[in-house]
């Protein structure tokens, strides 16, 4: 199913055009590194009751890290409406959007939360989750900045602990380096078997705002699935 996605922001305008994240480093850094808590950090989520964001009450069955505007969340939960699916994101303007949004559309099987990843999943049972995305991150290229992304050995670990036996780890990424360290973190972890995805048909999900951009300027980008062992 395709969700009109500019009808969505025409009826919904985004608050802010181009929220520029190198220009909040501190967003990036776990909460227990700060020594001074700026005023747009998400302060870390450690507990959630589900009753509150879900409309069947029950828990997440697939999480979206780094949700950004959220076409991929809308559009998975209207593909599968007796799944939950939860969204984590970093910046408060994309989180108020989509609620806006999800509340506006009255989509009761979505859910987004302004929430760091590097600070944990500690609010999802283990063993609960059949899917985990991790789609286009913000890639921080250079060495010096790579602390910034938002997968690391910990979040891997931490992941394979929410995923179901057999659960799948999506990765997707326009940027071929990212992606080769991605396929060392995952080979490391010893956590997940890799599949390398060469077309859509292995893929079949809906595209997300990022790899629409992709696509419209022909840029190359690299999947893969990762099934928990
Ligand atoms: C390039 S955007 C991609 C968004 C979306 N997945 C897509 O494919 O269109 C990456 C998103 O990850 C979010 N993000 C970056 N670091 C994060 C973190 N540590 N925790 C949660 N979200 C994060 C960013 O704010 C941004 O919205």
Redesign the pocket.
């Known amino acids: 199913m395709e969700l009109n996605f500019e009808e969505l922001t025409r009826k919904y305008p985004f608050p802010e055009k181009r929220?520029r994240?190198h220009t909040a480093p501190h967003?990036?850094v776990p909460y227990s590194k700060l020594k001074v808590v700026p005023a747009n950090y998400p302060v870390p989520v450690e507990k959630v009751d589900w009753a509150e964001l879900f409309a069947n009450g029950k828990k997440p069955d697939m999480l979206?890290?780094?949700?950004?505007?959220?076409?991929?969340l809308l559009e998975m939960a209207l593909l599968y409406p007796n799944k939950n699916i939860l969204g984590?994101?970093?910046?408060q303007n994309?989180v108020q959007w989509l609620k806006q949004v999800i509340e506006g559309e009255k989509v009761r099987n979505a859910s987004v939360i302004w929430?760091?990843?590097?600070?944990g999943l500690q609010f999802i049972e283990n063993e609960s989750l059949e899917s985990v995305?991790?789609?286009?991150?913000?890639?921080w290229p250079k060495a010096r900045h790579s602390k910034?992304?938002?997968l690391n050995e910990e979040v891997l670990n931490e992941i394979a602990e929410k995923l179901k036996f057999g659960g799948r780890f999506y990765l997707?990424t326009d940027i071929k380096s990212l992606h080769e360290e991605h396929i060392l973190l995952i080979e490391n972890s010893k956590r997940y078997k890799i599949k390398f995805i060469e077309s859509d048909l292995d893929w079949n999900l809906p595209k997300?705002?990022?790899?629409?951009?992709c696509i419209n300027r022909s840029i190359e980008y690299y999947r893969m699935i990762c099934e928990k062992l």
């Open positions: 929220p994240h967003l990036y979206d890290i780094g949700t950004g505007r959220g076409k991929f984590i994101e970093i910046k994309c929430h760091n990843v590097l600070n995305f991790y789609l286009f991150p913000d890639p910034r992304r938002a997707a997300t705002n990022k790899e629409i951009s």
